[in-house]
């Protein structure tokens, strides 16, 4: 789990990229908060909160609210260790394909959550050689069938 930050550090979207299938979900925060985020977490992943096993995050004061976001959410929490985003390969490897669509110092203010939608179906449409070429969601309903 990570933040995009927005022009002026105003606005930010909300990264979370399981590990397995690559999946991605994303939530738009109007104001950049420790509150905002933990909110937009605990809205976006509360219909899967069964699923979530574990969320690693930065040590940044955004996610300062994780001990309600755990409970909420019945998981646990780890964090990477400071300044080691070798930690959080994958999640840093789709900030950058979201940067492909999101350029840095963009106006997050105009993005919408239709854009956020069309944005997570082509990241979750996007073939990946790590999963043998399959797309983050066919891998996923491959794994639900087995």
């Not at 990229?17 to 985020?37: D, N």
């Not at 930065?58 to 300044?83: C, D, M, Q, R, W």
């Not at 999101?102 to 939608?117: A, P, Q, R, T």
């Amino acid at each position: 789990m990570d933040t995009i930050i927005g022009k002026e550090r105003k606005q930010a979207i909300l990264t979370v990229v399981e590990r397995v299938s690559k999946f991605t979900a994303l939530k738009k925060v109007e104001i950049k908060t420790a509150e905002q985020v933990s909110n937009a977490v605990i809205s976006g992943l509360g219909s899967i909160s069964d699923s979530i096993l574990t969320i690693t995050r930065n040590n940044g004061s955004k996610f300062v609210y994780h001990e309600i976001i755990s409970n909420k959410l019945n998981t646990e929490f780890y964090f990477a260790h400071p300044y080691s985003s070798c930690e959080r390969g994958l999640n840093e490897n789709t900030n950058g394909l979201i940067r492909q669509y999101l350029k840095k110092g963009s106006d997050f203010s105009i993005v919408n959550d239709e854009y956020l939608i069309e944005l997570i179906d082509k990241l979750n449409n996007r073939s990946r050689k790590i999963l043998g070429y399959l797309t983050p969601k066919k891998y996923l309903k491959e794994i639900e069938l087995t």
